[in-house]
């Protein structure tokens, strides 16, 4: 519990665990704390957190399309072990990281949340993407893992059309209503 942002068991969105790997995802009215930790044999402990109550673009009920990425971590600085945690629109039925080689990995989605833990070799240099699909198994949207969403040039409009997220500009996308 961080001091002056608390969270209770029951602002658990999603947890997920693979291996020595667990990511966390905490939400409540104001704010969100996600958060990893990483205890692999014979090293000292590792991990990631972020907490964010006003974070610019941050829009407690729209997404920037399907899915927005809260945190990720990585044991490398160019992949290895990847752990990302965020936040899905209702749409959202399926989560996978394509890992660009080939292999997939699933996200754990609960509560308009998930989170992914892919241990291996994901390398930014085959371009891993997250990749989501609605309840048919038709592709919504596929976006690059390691870029942030600042680095992707897109902007969201709410239904009225006013600019929810990126710069406003001729062909920005839907925002997606999102609710836990």
């Not at 870029?147 to 710069?167: A, E, I, M, N, S």
């Amino acid at each position: 519990m961080h001091a002056r942002l608390p969270v209770a068991g029951a602002d658990l969105a999603v947890g997920a665990e693979h291996g020595d790997h667990v990511a966390v995802l905490f939400l409540t009215e104001d704010h969100y704390l996600a958060c990893t930790e990483w205890d692999p044999p014979h090293r000292g402990r590792s991990g990631g957190l972020a907490i964010d109550t006003d974070r610019p673009g941050w829009r407690h009920d729209w997404l920037p399309g399907p899915v927005d990425r809260l945190l990720l971590t990585s044991t490398e600085q160019d992949g290895g072990d990847v752990v990302a945690i965020g936040r899905v629109s209702a749409r959202v039925h399926r989560l996978v990281l394509d890992h660009g080689d080939g292999r997939t990995t699933t996200a754990r989605i609960a509560n308009g949340a998930f989170g992914i833990i892919a241990q291996g070799d994901v390398r930014e240099r085959d371009s891993p993407q997250l990749v989501s699909y609605d309840s048919a198994g038709n592709e919504l949207d596929r976006r690059p893992l390691f870029v942030p969403f600042d680095r992707l040039g897109r902007c969201y409009v709410d239904p009225q059309g006013t600019t929810v997220y990126g710069k406003p500009g001729p062909s920005c996308l839907p925002a997606e209503p999102w609710t836990r």
